[in-house]
Every structure is written in structure tokens, then in C-alpha cells.
């Protein structure tokens, strides 16, 4: 038998005698984690639950409430249009269609499947509340958000010529399991709930030239 074939023998034999130690000690520990009596399955500062939010600012943490800041440019809301996917813009024509893409943040200890995100379209003089936004749709992530990652959901959305002028753009992500949602059901103010991000744009008309005969 050559040295090769000697090493290898030996290799097989270690994986072998490992995996009859592992099934003789996993089934019972398995059995203790899952009935609860094991103290030493997650670290003292695990905390049991996700913390989903959307930046304001950069170098926003998630923690609220918060001042003095200028948050109406989230870093998390782009928006292209689906012509040209490397321009990001916020002056939006109406005809035309975009992608808006929203940046959700955990930073928990767990993940988030598939986690939801709703957009609204308001108008400053209307106030920023649900009950007077537009809600443009609802997308979510495609997967899983896992603890201390971030990952864009998409929605795409065609201009109405009746939304010309200054709008305040809203995005607002919740989930449901693990629950981490909006503390109210209708206000849309970043400062105050990090589940929401703003983003203002300008909406324009789209004109043609006049033909010679007009």
C-alpha cells in the first residue's frame, strides 16, 4: 500500500470515528435546545428581535427621534429612469417611467423575511399623512434580510401628468414576523419613526415643440 493511499485510509477512518461521536452527542443536545432548558444557546446581549429602518441621513443608526438634521434626501430612496438605471434623479416627467428602489437597514439580532415597503406621493400643502397621500404601491424585499445587513425592494412606477409640481416622496417597510412596524398608523415623518424615509422631487410636465402650422 503506498504512503498516499496509507494517508488517505487514515483521513477516512478520523471522519468516520467523528461522525459516530457526533451522532451519539447531537441528538440530546438538539433535544435540550429546543426544549428550552439550555442556558448557553445564545450569547447574554442576544436580543430576540429585528430592528428594520431606512436612513435619513448618512451615518443614520435608526435612532429616534432625532433634530436638526435635514431629512427629506434619504441616501436609501433612489430613483432611475428605466431608460438609463445609472442616472438617479429626483426631477421626474410626467409619461415617463422610473424604478424606485428603497434601501431597508436591520440592524437586530434577527432576520426578516421578506420584509414589505409601501410608497406614498403627497403634497407639501396637504400635510404628510397617510390619509392624504397618495399610496403609489406596495413591494418587498425578494429574500431575507438578515441581522446586521442592508438590501433594496423595488417598485416601478409611471408619472400621472396630474402630479405636477414639488411632492414629497415616502417609503415605509415594516414586518409582521418578527413584528417591527410603524408606531402609528398614519403619520409619515422620518424624525420621529425610523421606518419611514422622505425623498422630495419635482414632477414637471412633459411639453412637445410646436408644429409650424400652429
Given at each position: 500500500m503506498s504512503v498516499n493511499v496509507k494517508v488517505a485510509a487514515g483521513y477516512i477512518s478520523s471522519l468516520r470515528k467523528t461522525k459516530e461521536e457526533y451522532l451519539k452527542k447531537v441528538p440530546s443536545r438538539l433535544a435540550k435546545i429546543y426544549s428550552g432548558k439550555d442556558k448557553h444557546v445564545k450569547p447574554e446581549n442576544f436580543r430576540e428581535s429585528s430592528f428594520l429602518y431606512i436612513r435619513s441621513y448618512n451615518g443614520d443608526t435608526g435612532i429616534r427621534p432625532f433634530s436638526g438634521i435635514n431629512?427629506?434626501?434619504?441616501?436609501?430612496?433612489?430613483i432611475n429612469p428605466i431608460t438609463n438605471s445609472g442616472i438617479n434623479t429626483t426631477e421626474l416627467y410626467a409619461g415617463n417611467t422610473y424604478d424606485i428602489r428603497c434601501r431597508l437597514?436591520?440592524?437586530?439580532?434577527l432576520m426578516i423575511p421578506y420584509p414589505k415597503v409601501e410608497f406614498f406621493l403627497?403634497?407639501?400643502?396637504?400635510?404628510?399623512n397617510t390619509t392624504v397621500a397618495e399610496l403609489l404601491g406596495l413591494t418587498?424585499?425578494?429574500?431575507?434580510?438578515?441581522?446586521?445587513?442592508?438590501?433594496?425592494a423595488i417598485?416601478?412606477?409611471?408619472?400621472?401628468?396630474s402630479e405636477a409640481g414639488h411632492k414629497c416622496l415616502f417609503a415605509r417597510t415594516y414586518s409582521f414576523s418578527p413584528l417591527d412596524k410603524p408606531f402609528d398608523l398614519h403619520a409619515l415623518d422620518p424624525r420621529l419613526d425610523r421606518h419611514i424615509g422622505q425623498k422630495n422631487l419635482n414632477i414637471c410636465l412633459l411639453y412637445t415643440s410646436p408644429s409650424p402650422r400652429d
Open positions: 431629512f427629506w434626501n434619504s441616501p436609501d430612496i433612489t437597514n436591520n440592524r437586530g439580532d403627497t403634497d407639501p400643502s396637504l400635510g404628510f418587498q424585499l425578494q429574500g431575507l434580510l438578515l441581522p446586521a445587513s442592508n438590501d433594496e417598485m416601478r412606477y409611471t408619472v400621472p401628468a
